[in-house]
Nanobody
Framework: QVRLVESGGGLVQPGGSLRLSCAAS????????MAWFRQAPGKQRELVAS????????YADSVKGRFTVTKDNAKNTVYLQMNSLKNPEDTAVYYC?????????WGQGTQVTVSS
């Protein structure tokens, strides 16, 4: 079983930056993909960015050029660097998840609020 702990959310002004972190523990050897999702009020959860074991990344069109997903294998941590944040598009609860044989259970996520 993989356990994930998200952190780094908060309140930021439009145009600002935040970095989210996701620390993995447990059966990390079974992880094939790490990803960030987000869910805004009244909307479905959407995939924001993902990174495979060999470092291939994928982004939602809405965040391309603004968000960057990276991983630190030594720390078993995945990051989401978010720049040029937009209101209200980027305001949401952000979730980290790991693909092993499927996506794992959802955690509590971390709230990101973009507002002046």
């Amino acid at each position: 079983q993989v356990r994930l702990v998200e952190s780094g959310g908060g309140l930021v002004q439009p145009g600002g930056s935040l970095r989210l972190s996701c620390a993995a523990s447990g059966s990390i050897f079974s992880i094939k993909i790490m990803a960030w999702f987000r869910q805004a009020p009244g909307k479905q959860r959407e995939l924001v960015a993902s990174i495979t074991n060999d470092g291939r990344t994928n982004y939602a069109d809405s965040v391309k050029g603004r968000f960057t997903v990276t991983k630190d294998n030594a720390k078993n941590t995945v990051y989401l660097q978010m720049n040029s944040l937009k209101n209200p598009e980027d305001t949401a609860v952000y979730y980290c998840n790991a693909w092993t044989t499927g996506w794992g259970p959802w955690g509590q996520g971390t709230q990101v609020t973009v507002s002046s």
